[in-house]
């Protein structure tokens, strides 16, 4: 009886996701603008476009800013693959029930959105490190919670309480890491955002890969390394961006008051 429930649930959410996509896709095609092929764009000049992009993006590595940015977007990508597989595996599956990972992470994606809706707004009062700094203070205490609690199962506020915290971090690595790409490398975002993709989806890989294989205190452990590294990437491409745009500033007031009458 339980298997049949099991299968008729995953039926009807397995239904729910195909309409969701079908209706995403309806929705794109009538309301986004196309962008109309011609004749000329053939399949060898979009294959020398796309190797173009390609060229660029690994040449967009050496840019210093870019460096110190990789461990951070990993992060980012790292995160939330453990937030996804191993949490629920780990923390609730095998500690409750199975059944209480939908409202576990209902509650982390409700407090992702408001934690969007909050930090798009803070950023433009306060600036970006404060915002980063937030998230590296909740990442850092639920990641050292996990780490010295031992789960039982008349806690599961708990594990509702870390899902809504992480869901406010994530609202913060998923939404400023990418900012952070249009704001430092304006001259070159294609490559820029190419790189974004690549190495957060390194960081799904690589623990898609490895979860399996490992502890979950040795997780978490991987989770504060890159996490600390991260941070440190970040402050100091900002301290080198911060930097930059005073010296901007500085050459464009010289140039101005240069040829002042």
């Avoid at 898609?208 to 989770?223: G, V």
Wanted: charged letters at 15%; glycine letters at 4%.
């Amino acid at each position: 009886m339980a298997n049949k429930i099991d299968r008729r649930t995953v039926n009807t959410l397995c239904i729910i996701y195909v309409c969701i996509g079908i209706c995403s896709i309806i929705t794109l095609i009538i309301f986004l603008d196309q962008r109309r092929s011609t004749s000329r764009d053939q399949i060898s000049v979009m294959l020398r476009n796309s190797m173009k992009l390609l060229v660029s993006t690994v040449k967009h590595m050496r840019n210093i800013n870019q460096l110190l940015l990789i461990p951070i977007t990993i992060w980012a990508g790292l995160q939330l693959t453990f937030i996804f597989a191993q949490f629920t595996q780990a923390f609730v599956s095998c500690t409750i029930n199975p059944k209480y990972v939908g409202l576990i992470m209902i509650a982390f994606g409700i407090s992702d959105s408001i934690g969007s809706f909050i930090f798009g707004h803070l950023v433009k009062l306060v600036g970006r490190w404060p915002c980063f700094a937030i998230a590296t203070i909740i990442s850092y205490a639920m990641i050292i919670t996990m780490l010295i609690w031992r789960p039982s199962t008349n806690q599961i506020s708990v594990l509702f309480v870390i899902a809504a915290f992480w869901g406010l971090a994530d609202a913060v690595w998923q939404s400023q890491t990418s900012a952070l790409y249009g704001v430092f490398f304006t001259d070159n975002n294609e490559a820029a955002f190419s790189n974004f993709r690549l190495w957060e989806s390194a960081g799904f890989a690589l623990f898609y890969i490895l979860i399996p294989r490992i502890r979950t205190r040795t997780t978490l452990i991987i989770l504060l390394v890159f996490l600390s590294i991260g941070i440190v990437g970040y402050a100091l491409a900002e301290y080198r961006w911060f930097n930059n745009q005073k010296k901007e500033k500085k050459t464009d007031h010289r140039i101005e008051f240069h040829f002042e009458p």
